[in-house]
């Protein structure tokens, strides 16, 4: 932590990535870390940047800016498994790379890495730095930071919510921001993303064992009139059916390969990612699939894995 505060010290100018197709812990993270960074040294020019993603500008929006050639900066890489899921290839230029984030570490880039698996979010790993190193917080971080950690938990759900979470939460909680409001936005969503969750429940293909999947075409998209951002809404909804116990969403993208959301009550599934140019947590993971015959081993794969 110290080495991390010491860096930021040393440079003027830093950008602040998080991954593409960003969920509320990215954005959480990355823009939570932009507001501790900016109300502590106000001296310093500071920016997150990324494209904007519709569905969450209401945690968020991004910095638009464009630096001066042979500006020296540091780049703060948050919530990024791996650096082709990087927002924004300027961190390739900076100065020095600060990996912060919490899946598995496969890919160790960056100068200096602040890795933590078993930690519930990325944004529990920013309010620990900022608590732990005596860094101001304010109301607009908090929020922030909050709400990365609830999307990441699933409202202090899944198993990576530890006593130490709940704590920082806690923490965070104390600030004045509106939680209540916060917390319904981020579980709200549209008609027509209410309807493809009918969809889903009634196309939903489970076996004997409790594997479940959904195949979610570029058709089906356009009848909803939905981007494939907007289908994350609806993943961890499976979960709360007591039959399936781990499952698949496989959404066609618009070069025709499809995007593999997968998730598991107790069953890791991240080597199955692995195996298709994908990875992630043990229990939560995301894929990628070249062929209606790699949906098929993916399934079979999942099936399996539960036996």
């Given at each position: 932590m110290?080495?991390?505060?010491?860096?930021?010290?040393?440079?003027?100018?830093?950008l602040i990535?998080?991954h593409?197709?960003p969920?509320?812990?990215?954005?959480g993270?990355q823009?939570?870390?932009?507001?501790?960074?900016?109300?502590?040294?106000?001296e310093?020019?500071?920016y997150?940047?990324g494209y904007?993603?519709?569905?969450?500008t209401?945690?968020a929006?991004?910095d638009?800016?464009?630096?001066?050639p042979?500006?020296?900066?540091?780049s703060?890489i948050c919530d990024?498994a791996?650096?082709?899921?990087?927002?924004d290839?300027?961190?390739?230029e900076a100065?020095y790379v600060?990996?912060?984030?919490?899946?598995?570490?496969d890919?160790?880039?960056?100068?200096?890495?602040w890795?933590e698996?078993?930690?519930?979010?990325?944004s529990?790993i920013i309010?620990?730095l900022?608590?732990?190193?005596?860094?101001?917080?304010n109301?607009?971080?908090?929020?922030?930071?909050?709400?990365g950690?609830?999307?990441?938990?699933?409202r202090?759900?899944?198993?990576?919510t530890?006593?130490?979470t709940?704590?920082l939460?806690s923490k965070?909680?104390e600030?004045?921001?509106?939680r209540?409001?916060l917390?319904?936005?981020?579980t709200s969503?549209d008609m027509?993303?209410a309807?493809l969750?009918g969809y889903v429940?009634?196309?939903?293909?489970?076996?004997?064992?409790?594997?479940?999947?959904v195949?979610l075409?570029?058709?089906?998209?356009e009848?909803?009139?939905?981007?494939?951002?907007?289908t994350?809404?609806?993943v961890g909804?499976?979960?709360?059916?007591?039959?399936v116990q781990?499952w698949?969403?496989?959404v066609e993208?618009?070069?025709?390969?499809?995007?593999?959301r997968?998730?598991s009550?107790t069953?890791?599934?991240?080597e199955i990612?692995?195996?298709?140019d994908?990875?992630g947590?043990?229990?939560?993971s995301?894929?990628?699939?070249?062929s209606?015959?790699?949906n098929e081993?993916i399934w079979?794969e999942?099936?399996a894995?539960?036996k």
């Open positions: 110290k080495d991390i505060i010491a860096k930021i010290k040393a440079h003027d100018t830093i990535h998080r593409k197709n969920d509320p812990d990215a954005l993270s823009c939570g870390l932009r507001a501790i960074l900016r109300e502590n040294f106000p310093k020019k500071i997150a940047v904007d993603e519709p569905t969450l209401y945690l929006v991004m638009q800016v464009n630096l001066e042979n500006t020296s900066y540091l703060i990024t791996n650096t082709p899921r990087i927002d290839d300027r961190w390739k100065d600060i990996k912060i984030d919490h899946h598995p570490n890919d160790a880039y960056g100068d200096l890495r890795v698996p078993a930690r519930s979010s990325t529990e309010t620990d900022a608590l732990t190193q005596g860094l101001n917080l109301a607009e971080a908090a929020r922030l930071l909050y709400g950690i609830v999307g990441d938990t699933g202090f759900l899944y198993p990576a530890s006593a130490q709940l704590y939460a965070l909680a600030y004045d921001f509106d209540p409001a917390g319904r936005e981020m969503f027509n993303v309807r969750q429940y009634e196309n939903l293909e489970i076996s004997e064992n409790g594997a479940a999947r195949i075409s570029k058709e089906i998209l009848k909803f009139s939905l981007r494939d951002a907007e994350s809404s609806i909804t499976l979960g709360n059916i007591r039959e781990s698949a969403i496989f993208q618009e070069d025709g390969h499809y995007r593999v997968m998730r009550k069953k890791p599934i991240n990612a692995k195996r298709h994908g990875g947590h043990a229990l939560a995301g894929a990628n699939s070249y209606l015959e790699e081993e079979q999942l099936q894995n539960l």
